[in-house]
């Protein structure tokens, strides 16, 4: 049976879904999920996107993407190949990693966005990784409230525009909106009736995956690489602050640019600092 083509729009905004084969974890720890963001990132400048909110959990993730180009599946093809084959010779397996055939919503107004935006930074929470979404460090939702430095690819600028253009004003309109959480994103597709994936998908299907998608994340037990997964950045710290390396040579060993490197080592030393200040005070 053929496939159905997708809708590739100028200017389009989609939420994106891609997952690993057979239920299968494409991240094994830090280091891979630090990949990812390098690839997206080269991605992201090769073919113009803008990234308004992400998350990476453990067998999948979620991008907001608006493609000024029209050219949301060669970037996906560029995006899944390059991290399957990195991610494949580091973990010494072979065969493909991700499905082939990645879900994208279509996004035809500005609300829908915004409440995309919710539903991808909730789904930490959602699958009991985490109480709270700032708890978890693979989404956009701590560098859109200012915890930390948004990684280079993120466009939460944008997005923040639509709260307020004064930009502490929008943080605190966007983390008030996150968390009180009015209506769930199913709820809000059964409402409007959207079609997804560029062709009619159906609100049922949507919703019988996102259930599974769900269970599938809740039940699986994590690996240890997954309880441990703030080893690396720790490590990133006492080499950098104690043992004085820098940002190249660790980013060497660790297979990443410095620039990830220097993210990491900088947002972990404002934290330090605020939890000096609140000691001492």
């Known amino acids: 049976m053929a496939r159905k083509l997708r809708i590739q729009l100028e200017g389009g905004v989609y939420h994106v879904i891609s997952r690993g084969t057979n239920r299968e974890d ?3 720890d830090d ?5 990812f963001f390098d ?3 080269y991605t992201v400048q090769k073919h113009k996107w803008i990234i308004y909110s992400y998350c990476l959990m453990n067998n999948h993730y979620h991008l907001l993407i608006e493609t000024p180009l029209a050219n949301l599946s060669k970037g996906m093809h560029l995006l899944n190949s390059v991290y399957c084959r990195k991610f494949n010779r580091r973990h010494g397996r072979v065969g493909t990693l991700l499905q082939e055939r990645f879900r994208s919503l279509l996004v035809t107004e500005q609300s829908y ?5 919710r539903y991808i930074v909730l789904n930490p929470v ?7 979404p700032q708890e978890w460090m693979w989404s956009s939702y701590r560098a859109t409230i200012g915890l930390e430095e948004p ?3 993120l466009r939460a600028d944008l997005l923040l525009k639509f709260f307020s253009e004064h930009k502490l004003r929008a943080r605190e309109h966007f983390k008030a909106f996150v968390l009180k959480g009015l209506e769930s994103y199913l709820e809000y597709l059964k409402r409007n009736k959207e079609n997804g994936d560029g062709y009619n998908w159906g609100i049922d299907k949507l919703q019988q995956f996102h259930k599974q998608l769900a269970f599938e994340t809740r039940e699986k037990r994590p690996t240890l690489n997954q309880i441990f997964r703030k080893v690396i950045e720790r490590g990133i710290i006492e080499a950098v602050y104690k043992w004085g390396y820098t940002h190249t040579e660790i980013g060497k060993h660790l297979g990443v640019h410095r620039s990830t490197v220097s993210r990491r080592a ?7 600092v605020k939890v000096e200040l609140i000691t001492t005070s």
């Open 126 to 132: 959602r699958a009991q990784f985490v109480q709270k």
């Open 39 to 41: 690839i997206l990132d």
């Open 151 to 153: 990684p280079p690819f």
């Open 26 to 28: 494409i991240f094994k």
């Open 266 to 272: 900088s947002n972990w030393k404002k934290s330090i």
């Open 31 to 35: 280091r891979d999920r630090l990949r």
């Open 113 to 117: 966005l915004l409440e995309l935006t």
